[in-house]
């Protein structure tokens, strides 16, 4: 496709963003109207958004359309299988520059379409605008199909806490990609494209998940939020976490202790939940630590007994 956003216009954009979009059993009308028709069999529906900024949350030199496109979609789908919902349909609004190649947007579409046929949802809508920057704002839906929703509250002194997924993979890969080199690859791609288990956050409610969410933020970052939330300590163990050889030899390459990507850093979109001890958890599931009572203490992670302080966790507003 040549030319750019601004040469195809508003409706011309749409067009081509919009055609040979799938559905799926959930969508009752798609995009064209003023507003898409979602079923919702449960009478509850999950809902999450994020917005991710050009220079903040992504870089062209890094990442291709297609990969910001698998990435914003796959970080608010795995928002939603936190929930212990299943995804269902995903609305996109795009902030976007007049002079982008139009099929830098064509790429993106591309992208977010196949990510959300991984986890079995349908783009169903949204909004395009001009703007100086490139803006990729998501509102992903899910449906609950009858179950109680697994939020950051239910943990109990007792429980056990478990993770599924990759964890510090996207961090080792930023590690990699900003001092210029693009291998190894896997730890490169991981960060461009996270690969959240969105099978494993259903099956855990079933499991009898007691909270859950996923590592967006950083393990530590992110059950801090349930710590908090449930009014327990949660004390994780060090050696319970599986860092692969290349990562370890990242870390020594760039002088950072991998133990410190795996618990601080993001974007991996992994899950972590909290199970009673007796829960029969599959093999995908690896347990790393348990959940106290407070005993007079407030509600905090530690690793090992000891608060972790190395730094991590990602905070919106943090100064560069």
Known sequence: MKGTVGELGEFGLIRELTAGLPRTSAVELGPGDDAAVVAAPDQRVVATTDV????????????????VGRKSAAQNLADVVAMGAVPTALLLGLV????????????????????????GAAVVGGDVTRGDA?????????????AAPVTRSGARPGDVVAVTGWLGWSAAGHAVLSRGFRSPRAFVEAHRRPEPPYHAGPAAAKLGATAMTD???????????????????????????????????IGQAVGVDPLRWVLSGGED???????????KLPARWRVVGEVLALAGGRAEVTVDGVRWDAPGGWDHFATE
């Not at 991710?52 to 990969?67: K, M, N, Q």
């Not at 449930?230 to 030899?249: N, T």
Request: glycine share 8%; net charge negative.
């Open 52 to 67: 991710l900024v050009e220079g903040r949350h992504f870089r062209r030199d890094w990442s291709t359309a297609y990969d």
């Open 96 to 119: 976007l520059p007049a002079d982008l190649p139009a099929t830098w947007a064509v790429e993106l579409m591309d992208g977010i379409r196949d990510e959300c046929h991984v986890a």
């Open 134 to 146: 490139i803006t990729v704002a998501i509102t992903a839906l899910g449906d609950l199909a009858g």
């Open 215 to 249: 590592v967006s933020d950083g393990l530590v970052a992110d059950l801090g939020h349930v710590a908090e939330a449930s009014g327990v300590r949660i004390d994780l163990r060090g050696a319970d976490f599986d860092v692969p050889a290349q990562m370890a030899d």
């Open 269 to 279: 979109h992994a899950l972590v939940a909290t199970f009673p001890a007796d829960a």
